[in-house]
């Protein structure tokens, strides 16, 4: 059974098949940047193994430039 949390992310990301070619699903996430509610939840739920620690820096590391 799919969490609560898991629905409302796979509701708020768009697939895309076949892009940028076949065989590839892309995740478009700028659904999920336009719903403040989903996009809040799912930032709480990166937050939350990591509150109430000392944190200096955090890399965002992307994959395809």
Known sequence: MKSSLEDTL????????????????FRDITTLLGNARAFRRAI??????YAGQKIDKIAGIEARG
């Open 10 to 25: 796979l509701a708020s990301i768009r697939t895309i098949p076949d892009y940028p070619r076949p065989g590839i699903l």
């Open 44 to 49: 709480d739920e990166l937050v939350h193994p």
